[in-house]
């Protein structure tokens, strides 16, 4: 499966959040039926499912067993990798309010046929999978959100440094530089636990807490850099010719997806300070 997406053959998508389910994974509708000739029957409905305008690979959870018949909430869920076959999945894009690069989608399926080797891992062992890749999904968007936040404070420096009012730079207030360098330190120590993350995962040692962590710091630092530098630009970060306006409506969905900063919280709750599990 990974050769061709790694040559850029394939284009994949990601189908797991559903709009009944939300973030309560568990509970996802969509069923793949075993056919009695072998291979699964999937239908269901998945929502946000990026790039699938262009998808020729859906990577898909569904569910095997209800939950009603598992002993666990977690237990009878698989994972299939599999052809994208749009004469049994309808798309409708989501406008939304960034990420024009890469479409939003709802997507619906009616009878898609999944051969047995699409799937990945044991049957009703999807849930365990997907959480194997999902620390490694945290880690390269807090990477993307460092990245995003040292590129969009640099743009508010040497605004900062150019725009001359009252016969000095604006970068001259302290009310201007502060915030900035706040967000500067914000965004090293964001960076710095992203590697910790990734260097944790590397050796294959459990790095769900500095995963989360490094996505919950990395985007709300990445967003405060870009809320900061909408106000230092003042009524130009209003302007789209800036383009801050743009990277602040972008950051805002650091805090919503993979995951919610409200679940990452709930999490650090539970697992670093041992607090009853609250979702
Ligand atoms: C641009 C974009 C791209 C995406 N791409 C994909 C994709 O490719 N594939 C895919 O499968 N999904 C994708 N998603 C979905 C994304 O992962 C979900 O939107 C995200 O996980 C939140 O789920 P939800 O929208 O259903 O929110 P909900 O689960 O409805 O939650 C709504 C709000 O309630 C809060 N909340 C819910 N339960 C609790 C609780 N117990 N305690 C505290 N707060 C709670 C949440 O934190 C959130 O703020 C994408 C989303 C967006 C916006």
Known sequence: MLPPLIRGEHRSCFGVTEPDAGLDTTHISTFARRREDGGYVVNGRKVWTSTAQRADHILLVTRTTPIEDCERPTDGMSVFYTDF??????????ANMGRKAVDSNAIFIDGLEVPEEDRIGAEGEGFKVLLHGLNAERIIVAAAAVGFGMYVLEKAAAYA?????FGRPIGQNQAIQHPLASVWMRLQAAELITYKAATLY?????????????????????????????????????????????????SVLNFIAPVSEELILSYVAEKALGMPKSY
């Open 85 to 94: 076959d749009r004469s049994k999945i309808d798309v409708h894009e989501i």
């Open 161 to 165: 440094r150019e725009r001359v009012v």
């Open 202 to 250: 590397d050796q294959g040692k459990p790095c769900g807490l500095e995963a989360n962590t490094a996505r919950n710091l990395a985007g709300s630092a990445a967003y405060e850099a870009a809320f900061r530098a909408v106000r230092t630009h003042g009524g130009f970060g209003f302007a789209q010719e800036y383009h801050v306006e743009r990277y602040f409506r972008e």
